[in-house]
Every structure is written in C-alpha cells, then in structure tokens.
C-alpha cells in the first residue's frame, strides 16, 4: 500500500500577512486552501493515509485526519530536512511525497503511484503557457530540467540561460519506494550538518543522479500550479472562475 507525506513545515514568508497566522498549505484560493485540495487530489487519487511534516504553526494541522510528523528546525533547513523526518514511513514502504505549496489534479496522483521506479517526478512538458502567466520572464524563475530518450532525468534544478534546457517543469510531486530512500540517506550521509540543512529538494535530486542513482520522470497532464506570491493566488482564482482547474 502506498502512503503519502506533504511537507508542511515552511512558513512562506514572501506569502506576507497571508501566512501570519497558518503554515503555508493553508493558504486559500477560491475557497479551498492548498492542504485540502491536496488531499483531496491524494484520496481520489487512490491513497487512503496522508502525513504531513509540520513546523511553523503546526498546531493549526491538528484534527485534520492527517499522520504528524515534526520538524522543529524548520526555519534553519530546507525541504530535505523535513523529508527525513518521515523516514520510519519512506523505509517502510513506497511513498508519494507532496510539496505543501502546490495543487494537482488526480489523475496525476494516480499515474504517479503506478509508475515503475524507485525515484520517480512529476513534471509538465506543456510548463510555459503557466510561467508566462505568472512571470514577465520565466526564466527568472525556471530551472534546468533534461530527460534521455527513456524518461530518465539527466539534469534537474540549475539555473537555465536558455528555455532549450528546460523539457518540462518538476512539479513538486514524486516517489520513492524504500531503496530510492536509502539512495537518499546514502547521498545525504557524504554531507556535514551544514551541507545536508542547505539542500533542497532538486539540490538532492541532481546530486543523487550525480552519483549514478536512476530518476525517472513521468509527464503528467492536467491543470496544476504552485503558490510563491499573491499574484499566483490571484491568477489561480481568476482560472478557477473560468472553469480552468480542478474541481473538489
């Protein structure tokens, strides 16, 4: 059985006033937050138990049907570090593994648990038409992401000159199965303390390939998007009320 863990700890501090009092997840649009369209993609998707990492403000994740696991150094590490703190599940069994700051459809999820592999993404090849309504210029924002003529990931996450290096955009959903969690703590184990709590999670991913560890990617469609900014909010509640993301 596949489970799924969203890492929820961060505040998401660029979000301003909005994440004043809640963690980033329960950010809302069109009134949903972002933790309840999550889950709600996750259940349709074919996943019955759902943990969340928590850190800022994590009482408020409380009574939410949700498995909790904590991550007091939240504000002094990155995504990574909320990750491991899941280890007793991602060991255990193959887990899906959420940003909390994104959206999906369930179609996606449902693709993404059945696909073969032990590190596998999610990623969008039709990307551009969303960053350019989100950014004057996506590739202020867009970062390197080429595949081989199998679907496996040769680069991830460096910062692209040119759209030539960008073949889709890595969603911030993804798999591991047990022994694509001990690559990990393998890669994380090369690292003092420092190097591991600046890692983030393409950081990780681009490392592991470095080391010759296998990571597949899977181009999966449907309306997606992620929260950085309030005009994100904006936009994502403008395509709502045109009929242009998922319903609950």
């Known amino acids: 059985m596949i489970r799924a863990i969203i890492l929820a700890a ?124 989100r950014f004057a210029d996506p590739l202020t924002d867009a970062e390197s992401f080429r595949l081989d003529g199998s679907g496996r990931v040769l680069e991830i996450g460096r910062r692209a000159k040119a759209l030539a290096e960008i073949q889709g955009q890595y969603m911030g959903l993804l798999k591991f199965t047990p022994a694509g969690w001990h690559a990990v703590e393998a890669a994380l184990g090369d690292l003092d303390d420092a190097g591991r709590r ?14 010759g560890q296998s990571v597949m990617a899977l181009a999966v469609a449907g309306p997606w998007g992620e929260v950085d900014s309030e005009s994100d909010l904006a936009l994502y509640e403008s395509m709502a009320a045109a009929g242009a993301l998922p319903s609950l």
């Open 198 to 211: 600046r890692l983030d999670m393409t950081g990780l991913l681009d490392r592991l390939i470095g080391r």
């Open 10 to 133: 961060g505040r998401g501090s660029r979000m301003g006033a909005l994440t004043r009092d809640r963690p980033k997840c329960l950010v809302e649009f069109a009134g949903k937050s972002l933790l309840e369209r999550q889950t709600a993609a996750l259940r349709a998707g074919g996943i019955e138990t759902i943990a969340a990492v928590r850190g800022y403000r994590g009482d408020r994740l409380e009574g939410r049907g949700l498995v909790l696991f904590d991550n007091p150094d939240w504000a002094s590490s990155n995504m990574v570090m909320s990750l491991a703190r899941a280890a007793a599940w991602l060991g255990a069994g193959p887990c899906l593994v959420s940003y909390a700051d994104i959206f999906y459809p369930a179609a996606a999820v449902a693709a993404l648990a059945a696909a073969a592999g032990d590190i596998v993404l999610a990623y969008d090849r039709d990307w551009l038409s969303l960053w350019r309504r």
